[in-house]
Nanobody, 127 residues
């Protein structure tokens, strides 16, 4: 069964760190760009970061630039999102999604082209 599964969320204090994982099953990740998105209660979903299929190109939302790092290990069929210096406004459910184009399509800061989504992992940052 083709799916993406996120893990690594949890409760962390202001200034803390978490590493999220996005594991693919049923297909090989190495042909796909992967994006991380988040949605806070009452807010629209927003793109957080994206990485190309080779890992050679990355993009970050301004709100996380310098604090989050996206990476991938195609041998493990996994993409990671290292989140440091977490703030209460980072609280959200985080999702990963794949883009079959293999590159991150970024228009006005939003990511396009995703065709398969995970179910998400909840990150809560306490103040």
């Amino acid at each position: 069964q083709l799916q993406l599964v996120e893990s690594g969320g949890g409760l962390v204090q202001f200034g803390g760190s978490l590493r999220l994982s996005c594991v693919a099953s049923g297909f090989s990740l190495d042909a796909y760009a992967i994006g991380w998105f988040r949605q806070a209660p009452g807010k629209e979903r927003e793109g957080v970061s994206c990485i190309s299929s080779s890992g050679g190109s990355t993009h970050y939302a301004d709100s996380v630039k310098g604090r989050f790092t996206i990476s991938r290990d195609n041998a493990k069929n996994t993409v990671y999102l290292q989140m440091n210096s977490l703030k209460p406004e980072d609280t959200a459910t985080y999702y990963c999604a794949r883009d079959p184009a293999g590159v991150c399509t970024v228009i006005a800061g939003a990511y396009y082209g995703m065709d398969t989504w995970g179910k998400g992992t909840l990150v809560t940052v306490s103040s």
